[in-house]
Nanobody, 121 residues
Framework: QVQLVESGGGLVQAGGSLRLACTAS????????MGWFRQAPGKEREFVAV????????YYADSVKGRFTISRDNTKKTVYLQMNSLKPEDTAVYYC??????????????WGQGTQVTVSS
């Protein structure tokens, strides 16, 4: 069974920082695109960032560009999301996902159970 486990969520004040991590039990982690998505109450799940397996290209949603940084460590089979200058509107459940093809959409094959990020004003 493939499992993706997120960690690092919590409560933080506006302007603060959090670092999320996701460890995936994928046999070939280095050949999967690793993405981060988020879902606020009553809203659809939305794309946040992705690190592609081929070339390590990074893509970000406009709402987080310049504040969030995605990275990966293939030896640890872990993808990270460094979140700086957090805003209340960043409050959501954050999910990591893995797929060999998907990038900016929600059509990823594997998903974690999510970690809550709450930003207070």
């Amino acid at each position: 069974q493939v499992q993706l486990v997120e960690s690092g969520g919590g409560l933080v004040q506006a302007g603060g920082s959090l670092r999320l991590a996701c460890t995936a039990s994928l046999r070939t982690f280095s050949t999967y695109n690793m993405g981060w998505f988020r879902q606020a109450p009553g809203k659809e799940r939305e794309f946040v960032a992705v690190n592609k397996w081929s070339g390590g290209s990074q893509y970000y949603a406009d709402s987080v560009k310049g504040r969030f940084t995605i990275s990966r460590d293939n030896t640890k089979k872990t993808v990270y999301l460094q979140m700086n200058s957090l805003k209340p509107e960043d409050t959501a459940v954050y999910y990591c996902a893995a797929d060999r093809i998907a990038t900016l959409t929600t059509e990823y094959h594997y998903w974690g159970q999510g970690t809550q990020v709450t930003v207070s004003s």
